[in-house]
T-cell receptor
């Protein structure tokens, strides 16, 4: 059973508009959430994270929102740029539980057109 | 900057061969991981290690083993390669408060 779900395999957005990528999780023990970005033929790179004690974290054009009651998080990119075109992975872990690792979703491919 | 180096970018092996994928990190991280990435399936955890000589199974360990004899090196072993192990293999490391850092991946093709 998937513990981290990204239900949209792809998203297309115009340059300058907002991109919203969504992620749902099922494990209530998850307390740390991250977004990674991956270009073809490269490894994923860390983008932004949020712990369960917060509901929002911002870093430049990137903002992550966490809704614990809905077990939902989203990544907002404003304004979107063509260089943002990549696969975005949502990941979660239970830091409070020793011996656990990051669990990733299946990814959402973002295409930003100019 | 953290560097995670995977020894090969591309590898082609035959069915039944024993395959070694090597990974080295230069940040003295305690934790190291092996994932595989397949289209439509995302990143799936194969094995991870929290210390030298320690290993833990991930979600899909069948057909794989690992070795961590030194802190900086984590090897993934395919005991007898099969075509369904054709994939992109990603090594990662983390330590302290740092998030997971990935290598650039090894694209393995088993024919």
């Amino acid at each position: 059973d998937q513990q981290v779900k990204q239900n949209s395999p792809s998203l297309s957005v115009q340059e300058g508009r907002i991109s919203i990528l969504n992620c749902d999780y099922t494990n209530s023990m998850f307390d740390y959430f991250l977004w990674y970005k991956k270009y073809p033929a490269e490894g994923p790179t860390f983008l932004i994270s949020i712990s369960s004690i917060k509901d929002k974290n911002e870093d430049g054009r990137f903002t992550v929102f966490l809704n614990k009651s809905a077990k939902h998080l989203s990544l907002h990119i404003v304004p979107s740029q063509p260089g943002d075109s990549a696969v975005y992975f949502c990941a979660a872990s239970a830091l409070s539980q020793a011996g656990t690792a990051l669990i990733f979703g299946k990814g959402t491919t973002l295409s930003v057109s100019s | 900057d953290v560097k995670v180096t995977q020894s090969s970018r591309y590898l082609v092996k035959r069915t039944g061969e024993k395959v070694f994928l090597e990974c080295v990190q230069d940040m003295d991280h305690e934790n190291m991981f092996w994932y595989r990435q397949d289209p439509g399936l995302g990143l799936r955890l194969i094995y991870f290690s929290y210390d030298v000589k320690m290993k833990e199974k991930g979600d899909i360990p069948e057909g794989y083993s690992v070795s961590r004899e030194k802190k900086e090196r984590f090897s993934l072993i395919l005991e007898s390669a099969s075509t369904n192990q054709t994939s992109m293999y990603l090594c990662a490391s983390s330590g302290g408060d740092s998030p997971l850092h990935f290598g650039n991946g090894t694209r393995l093709t088993v024919t």
